[in-house]
């Protein structure tokens, strides 16, 4: 059986979502995390995962109803790794992650 986390609000605090990663992870451990949700916002930069050397400890997929939703469904209909580990799903549709229909 999967173990999923769900979480809803990012809006592009992932910061503090990998800390919240991190803290539960000790506690159990998870396949991959969706969130839904406003997840980017204005100030999510995703080449500061570069630059501060941040690892995404485990798979996470987004939906995003934020301000740049309309964007993201224009360019990536199908979705888009956007740094490793953090995938955009795309405009609609079922993929299937992990043996699961999302």
Do not use: A, R, W
């Not at 999923?4 to 990998?18: A, C, M, R, S, W």
């Not at 999510?44 to 690892?55: E, G, I, S, T």
Request: with cysteine.
């Amino acid at each position: 059986m999967k173990k999923v986390l769900i979480t809803g609000d990012v809006e592009g605090n992932f910061d503090f979502l990998l800390s919240k990663i991190e803290q539960l992870s000790q506690k159990q451990s998870f396949d991959f995390c969706l969130c839904v949700g406003k997840t980017l916002s204005t100030n999510f930069n995703p080449n500061q995962f570069n630059l501060d050397n941040k690892k995404i400890p485990l798979p996470i997929y987004f939906v995003d109803t934020s301000e740049f939703s309309p964007v993201l469904h224009t360019l990536y209909p199908n979705g888009i790794e956007v740094v490793p580990n953090l995938t955009f799903l795309g405009k609609s549709g079922i993929k299937n992650i992990q043996g699961i229909s999302i």
